[in-house]
């Protein structure tokens, strides 16, 4: 491909924001909306306003890329109308020998780097600054490739993702279905403490690993509360293990405990699938025989969570304690029906799995597409191609999943 090293400034205009006095704001939608900043970034296009201005100050265009230049400086985003910028944004209108889009692409990929151009430390970026950003540019006709080979990579990763959220929402819907709301108890199901259905002890660590690090670096997985909270249904990587002397001072769980957060985070639950350790901030509930199934536990805790973490006494941080859990009513419906829900729960999880594996191959490829078009390196056939694979396959996953 044949790539040209241009600077910003040669290819687009600048406007960097000037924030106009503020006897001028309102929230009438008086005069043009006005945007400040970050914080008045969407996703890929800028939010409705808080804030209009009659007085004109700094204008951005429709389709004039917004870069914030204050902390965090870097992100970019679309104007989706004529509006006024504040200081902490510049508006970089393309100039006719470079596509938008693609601009809008490569500035998003080189946000680190765009971070870094003042060095560790920094707040922000100045105009001379933005116009002297290099930008990669191949001809045009290319550039317009580039932009809609990666749009449309952006798009099955978006797409992705919105299958993996409703396959969250079935469970949710299904469990609703099946057992009605569990705080309310629709359906009359007799009601008992969570320490009849099973056990709950307390994680231990009887020294913090921060303060001893020769308790880490064994054989021994160590689950920390963080990993709980954002391990979705089930638990299947680890950051951390406790060495000999680690695991002596603290006690192992089985796969298939479920892990509750009682600190920071409260009442996030995860299932083991691993043989753990854990510290104090974690409990751990294992069944009873014949009494409940772990899965329902689990999806019972997605109702009762907010009311738990409401509830829950804060000192330096909220946390709740083991009596709160043991004696927490919750509805006991019957075992034949929660084990039926966990059978679907399991085929919605591998189904998920999938998913997310589809999702990290699509990220991996945008990556790669991206560095190699930005580089000049990008066989753009051959990239259609890919995405035209990579579809197919996401089809054939939504097939599994309509199944």
Request: overall charge positive; aromatic content about 8%; proline content about 5%.
């Amino acid at each position: 491909m044949n790539l040209k090293i241009k600077r910003l400034g040669e290819l687009c205009k600048v406007i960097a924001g000037q924030s106009p006095e503020g006897q001028f704001y309102n929230n009438n939608r008086e005069g043009l909306p006005f945007y400040q900043g970050k914080k008045d970034f969407t996703e890929k296009y800028i939010g409705a306003p808080a804030t209009w201005t009659t007085s004109v100050t700094k204008i951005a265009q429709e389709n004039d890329i917004l870069m914030s230049i204050r902390a965090p400086v870097g992100p970019v985003n679309f104007s989706t109308q004529e509006c006024c910028i504040g200081r902490g944004l510049a508006a970089i209108r393309s100039g006719e020998k470079i596509d938008c889009n693609y601009l809008y692409l490569y500035l998003s990929s080189m946000q680190e780097r765009i971070c870094g151009t003042k060095g560790s430390v920094f707040s922000s970026i100045n105009k001379s600054e933005i116009e002297n950003l290099p930008i990669p540019l191949p001809p045009l006709d290319d550039q317009i490739r580039i932009a809609a080979i990666l749009t449309r990579a952006e798009k099955l990763i978006a797409r992705r993702k919105a299958s993996i959220k409703a396959l969250d929402e079935l469970l949710k819907s299904t469990f609703l279905e099946m057992f009605g709301d569990p705080v309310r108890n629709e359906k009359g199901w007799e009601r008992v403490p969570l320490s009849k259905l099973g056990s709950l002890d307390r994680g231990v660590s009887k020294h913090r690993p921060r303060n001893a690090p020769q308790l880490l670096g064994g054989k021994y997985p160590l689950i920390q509360t963080g990993e709980v909270s954002n391990s979705g249904t089930y638990i299947t990587e680890y950051s951390q293990t406790y060495s000999e002397l680690g695991f002596k001072q603290s006690k192992m769980w089985k796969a298939g405990t479920l892990c509750i957060t009682i600190a920071a985070n409260i009442a996030k639950t995860g299932i083991l699938t691993f043989d753990a350790c854990f510290p104090d901030s974690v409990v751990g509930f294992t069944t009873y025989n014949n009494e409940t199934n772990i899965l329902y536990i689990h999806h019972l805790f997605g109702f009762f969570q907010m009311i738990l973490e409401k509830n829950a006494p804060q000192a330096a941080q909220k946390n709740i304690n083991l009596d709160i859990l043991r004696n927490l009513q919750v509805p006991k419906p019957p075992l034949p029906l929660q084990n039926q829900f966990a059978a679907i729960v399991e085929k919605v999880e591998s189904l998920k799995a999938k998913s997310t594996e589809s999702l990290a191959e699509l990220e991996n490829l945008y990556g790669s597409l991206s560095q190699r078009a930005f580089k000049g390196e990008l066989d753009l056939s051959r990239a259609e191609q890919e995405l035209k694979r990579s579809h197919a396959a996401i089809k054939h996953v939504a097939g599994s999943c309509r199944r």
